[in-house]
């Protein structure tokens, strides 16, 4: 079985139509679902790990036979096996909302998914106004991370929380989500 977690494939060999790998990396197969799984309406989701066989290796294809069980869903997003979530809010442009941090934070806390604050934009504001949030933050008992895509402030050190993590990133429109991601997607050893 191929279990891909973060672009990173763990140790193994091949054993007829199981693959491990030795050395860490990326690898990339366009797979087919197996009929059976799709007349069984069996829906594969990211996160999820899965069985494949019928591996040809030079057209970089297979077919997925099985999807394993999942410890955690989502529907909204449609994500499975989530390990970590990342509440997003921007320090300003839009203001924080602590309604909607307390909406998000219970709805991870109700689906056990454990999570933490990343306060971006934080080159938007001063040193004491950052220092305030993230107290307040801690105080509520969760982890806080301050960071800022524009200078790259606090995003190396929350790429080495995400490395080897299935994450999901939410939180409302407009604090960066998707700079994070694409961050993340174009600085060297993002994970």
């Avoid at 973060?6 to 990396?25: I, N, S, Y």
């Avoid at 790990?49 to 529907?75: H, P």
């Avoid at 895509?149 to 929380?161: A, D, Q, W």
């Amino acid at each position: 079985h191929v279990a891909e977690r973060a672009g990173e494939l763990e140790d193994a060999a091949m054993h007829e139509t199981e693959l491990r790998l030795e050395k860490k990396g990326s690898l990339e197969l366009q797979c087919v679902i197996r009929k059976v799984l799709k007349k069984a309406k069996v829906k594969i989701m990211v996160g999820d790990q899965v069985d494949i066989s019928s591996i040809d290796w030079v057209q970089k294809s297979g077919m997925v036979v099985d999807v394993l069980d999942r410890k955690i869903e989502l529907l909204e997003p449609k994500v499975a096996n989530v390990d970590l979530a990342l509440c997003v809010f921007a320090m300003a442009t839009p203001d924080p909302s602590i309604e909607l941090m307390t909406r998000f934070t219970v709805s991870l806390s109700k689906a056990n998914i454990p999570f933490l604050i990343v306060m971006n934009k934080c080159e938007l504001v001063n040193g004491t106004e950052q220092s305030e949030w993230a107290e307040r933050v801690k105080k509520w008992g969760h982890d806080v991370y301050l960071v800022s895509v524009k200078s790259n402030e606090g995003l190396y050190e929350l790429r080495e929380k995400l490395r080897g993590k299935i994450s999901v990133l939410c939180g409302p429109s407009g604090v960066g989500k998707s700079s994070i991601i694409n961050w993340m997607l174009t600085h060297e050893d993002a994970s």
